[in-house]
């Protein structure tokens, strides 16, 4: 199984990148986690910021392969516990079903991206920052994981 996280902007800080790799080395061989980085598009006094959310999600489509189980975030999505997610998780690991989340840039995610998803989720009500968005998910992956194979990580409850 292959977990896709897509995410828009590139040369993020090192934080970022370091959180998302300490969970990204965590998952088994059998559920991957990868991380597809996508440009954002040019932002400044004069840009068309519609066509640059357009851009990106282009961009971001193309990112994927094919048949996944694609995952919009959004702010309006629907929320789930971290025990839902593990729900969700492991019937996606039966059905076999790869799965892509899409985080979008700045101004969130484009029209196609919205349709082209299977669902959106939301991770909280509160605006996030897209380059934190991206550490806790990996995060509440893993924390999904840890609860459907009784690791320890995961001891809420």
């Not at 640059?52 to 702010?75: F, T």
């Not at 019937?91 to 029209?111: C, K, N, T, Y």
């Not at 009500?125 to 609860?147: D, K, N």
Request: glycine letters at 8%.
């Amino acid at each position: 199984m292959h977990l896709k996280v897509i995410g828009a902007g590139q040369k993020l800080p090192d934080w970022v990148n370091a959180g998302f790799e300490e969970y990204r080395r965590r998952f088994p061989r059998e559920m991957r986690l990868e991380l597809t980085e996508v440009p954002l598009a040019g932002r400044g006094r004069q840009a068309d910021t519609a066509r640059a959310v357009r851009d990106e999600g282009e961009r971001m489509l193309k990112a994927l392969r094919g048949p996944e189980w694609v995952i919009a975030l959004e702010i309006d999505g629907r929320q789930w516990s971290t025990e839902k997610l593990a729900e969700r998780l492991e019937h996606w690991r039966m059905e076999g079903q790869d799965v892509a989340f899409l985080i979008g840039g700045p101004e969130g995610l484009s029209d196609a991206c919205r349709q082209r998803a299977n669902q959106a989720w939301s991770l909280s009500p509160l605006t996030l920052p897209h380059p934190l968005v991206r550490v806790m998910l990996a995060e509440q992956l893993y924390r999904a994981w840890s609860i459907n194979c009784n690791h320890p990580y995961h001891r809420a409850g």
